[in-house]
């Protein structure tokens, strides 16, 4: 199996499976001297974590992270930083129930990549999904936690902006509410119907579908490049590569269609301090594939979980006709836990295109 590596100047290798003893990821290309601990780590893992609320799976995971390579703590002042060597980083499985899947191992769940997997390499892990389940995004989480640092005076925040139908009032949008509840939602009055409207979902042993918006604030002018390294290519495809997203839109995305072009173009004036100023943001951070300065914009859109407790209409590996339940701990919204995924691979994206950069531009 190839492609478990993302990146070009910071590369991200991830490895394991959900019900193996561990899973991990390798950082390579983080520039030397960088202050880092497990515990800056641990931060964005601490997010991402399951059975935090009933809303997610009640797999019981503490994701404790271990750096085993690529740090040394300097004898000058006790400061552990980066060494610019490969940063190796492990999280072990502790709560693995695959009893849960023994009674699917032969069957392929609609809407999952059993069938997928199975046809193209003739073998597959059923237990949570193996390679393909979320529980390798704590891999990137961890790795995005280090992206951080490679970018400096960046902010990076993710919400939750649609649950099913329901979607945010831009009006109540609050950065600081996306801390006071457990969805990350920004609006303090539509986290309230949603946890009333997962809690329905949840009860039907069903699961349901959600966007979630990630914004770069910070982000200097001139990252990416014109034709096969366009920053906005590159978000799409991180963001993609995120397990359950089906679609990906940046700045005013898919509603850029319904505008006009008087409407659409973001613009300029020149500021007090000597600097353009955009009057709208329309183009979402991004033209012509490099930053402009303003605020980096990217939505995606995370399908309802296929594990459910509905039967389901499906096929075996002997291609024979049957039907499917799914048992065992499943999010009735796999998006609520996207969240700090989006962030990291948002991280990810720029601190490779910001290396990329300074490589070119000095």
């Given amino acids: 199996m190839s492609f478990n590596t993302y990146g070009h100047l910071f590369r991200v290798t991830t490895f394991g499976e959900s019900h193996g003893p561990a899973i991990g990821c390798v950082v390579d290309g983080c520039p030397p001297r960088i202050p880092l601990t497990s515990a800056d780590i641990q931060a964005d893992l601490d997010r991402r974590r399951p059975g935090q609320s009933r809303f997610t799976t009640q797999r019981r995971e503490p994701d404790q992270v271990r750096i085993l390579s690529g740090t040394y703590v300097d004898p000058a002042d006790g400061i552990e930083r980066t060494t610019g060597t490969p940063i190796a980083l492990l999280i072990e499985n502790v709560d693995q129930r695959s009893k849960d899947y023994s009674e699917i191992a032969a069957k392929y769940r609609p809407g999952h990549a059993d069938f997928t997997y199975d046809a193209k390499y003739g073998i597959r892990d059923p237990r949570g999904g193996g390679r393909s389940s979320a529980r390798e995004t704590a891999c990137r989480v961890a790795a995005g936690a280090i992206a951080r640092k490679v970018v400096p005076g960046i902010t ?19 950065w600081e509410e996306t801390a006071n509840n457990p969805l990350f939602c920004p609006d303090a009055e539509a986290a309230q119907l949603w946890e009333s409207y997962l809690d329905g979902i949840r009860e039907a042993g069903s699961s349901i579908g959600a966007i979630v918006e ?11 490049a014109p034709l096969y390294g366009k920053l906005d290519a590159d978000l799409a495809s991180a963001m993609m590569g995120i397990n359950a997203v089906k679609g ?8 850029a269609a319904a505008l006009t072009g008087e409407n659409n173009a973001d613009e300029m004036r020149m500021g007090r301090d000597g600097a353009p100023q955009f009057l709208s943001n329309n183009a979402g951070g991004i033209l012509g594939g490099i930053s402009t300065g303003q605020p980096v914009v990217v ?12 039967p389901r209409r499906t096929i075996d590996r002997a291609g024979q006709d049957t039907e499917i339940l799914t048992k065992g701990r499943h999010d009735p919204c796999v998006g609520i836990r996207a969240v700090p995924v989006g962030e990291a691979m948002m991280a990810a994206v720029l601190a490779d295109h910001f290396l990329r950069h300074k490589g070119q531009i000095g």
């Fill in 156 to 174: 990076i925040r993710g919400a939750l902006v649609q649950v099913g139908p329901h979607a945010v009032d831009r009006g109540r949008w609050d």
């Fill in 214 to 224: 990630v914004v770069a604030e910070g982000v200097p002018v001139g990252l990416g």
């Fill in 248 to 255: 990906v839109e940046i700045g005013a995305g898919f509603a």
């Fill in 299 to 310: 939505r995606f859109a995370v399908k309802p979980t296929s594990s459910i407790l509905t």
